[in-house]
């Protein structure tokens, strides 16, 4: 401060952020509140550049840019092999494309072939160790295909519980032939004893909501699940079919957070034609087989009705691959599958696909589209 003898003492002006000292000088004082903010910044930031994410974290974020993206949705471990492992494979192989598998279930209550049964006794009868089998049956399914991104349907959400939310095997019987004769192992029919956290008996917009989450994430352009009748009328099948269609219509609501509109579903099918030709050629093998001629799975339509083809056939070693690695329910012939039914199937790197919603794909009369994305980017 200054004095004269005219004029009493005044405090000088004191700049914003300091106070004056016992002597008079000035000097800055920084605001121990404000050091500590400052440092908890610094910290979130370095911890930010160090994180290491996880690779599902990180898949999600490198698939917002790619060019195309696919969310593939299926309701048990071996499914995304069975039905798409030769799409999934070269999907995630093609440069600028994107690929998320959610699996709706753990597949509790699968059936286990007998050479997996003598490895793991009993496994069939605990669906807690069964469930943990085909956890890892499906990680390795899924490296097989070069599918980074995975997850189980809710596995991101708590329950009223506080567990976080999870979706059991509905299980299932095959049904009878006509007229009562024995069962045909071409139709799967519910099991009486579903249990109550069943995939196949929760409310739809709940299961679909949590579906909804992932598409506003990933915000795919092509969703790939089953045909209308789950491929073989297996209820988690069906169920899965009808929550994908359920969560794309509650994505798209302009009101919602987030709106995405995807712009092609697609369900797996098989040219019946085709599939009955392929099954006499795996008879003539000597191999058991449904009958060629008598009733064929849902999955089976005629060739009109087949909209997409895609012709992956460089991938099936990766396809054979994932479903050697799915052992507990896949038996591989040289070129056929089986279940635990004992029935083959043919096995092929061609995949074939319905249009279950969106534009038309293919002109009436026309060929079949041969890339899922077509017309769409």
Known sequence: MTTTPEHPA???????????????AEQAVASDVAQDVLQQAADALDDAVERELDPAEAAAMDALDSPRRLLLVHAHPDDESLATGATAAAAAAA????????????????????????????????????????TGELAAAAEALGLEDRRFLGADAVGPDGAPVRYRDSGMAWADGEGGAAATGTRAVPAPDAPADALSLAPLDEVAGHLVRVLHEVRPQVVVTYEPGGGYGHPDHVRVHD???????????????????????????????VLRDGLRALRAQGLATSDPD???????????????????????????????????????????????NGLHQPLSGVEQYRLLRGEPVRPEGGEPLTDLFAGLV
């Open 10 to 24: 005044e405090p000088d002006p004191v700049a914003p952020g300091t106070t004056p000292t016992a002597d008079g």
């Open 95 to 134: 440069a600028g494309t994107a690929v998320t598998l959610v699996t709706c279930t753990r597949g509790e209550r699968g059936e286990v072939l007998p050479a997996v049964l003598a490895e793991h006794p009993g496994v069939d009868a605990d669906e807690d160790a069964l469930a943990e089998l085909r």
């Open 243 to 273: 929550l994908v269609l359920r969560a794309v219509e509650l994505a798209a609501d302009p009101d919602g957070a987030a709106p995405w509109t995807v712009a092609r579903v697609l369900g797996h099918v098989a040219d019946e034609a």
């Open 294 to 340: 008598g009733d064929l799975p849902s999955l089976a339509v005629p060739g009109e009705e087949v909209d997409v083809v895609v012709d992956a056939s460089a991938e099936l070693p990766a396809k054979v691959a994932a479903l050697r690695a799915h052992a507990s329910q896949v038996e591989l012939g040289a070129s056929s599958f089986a279940l635990t």
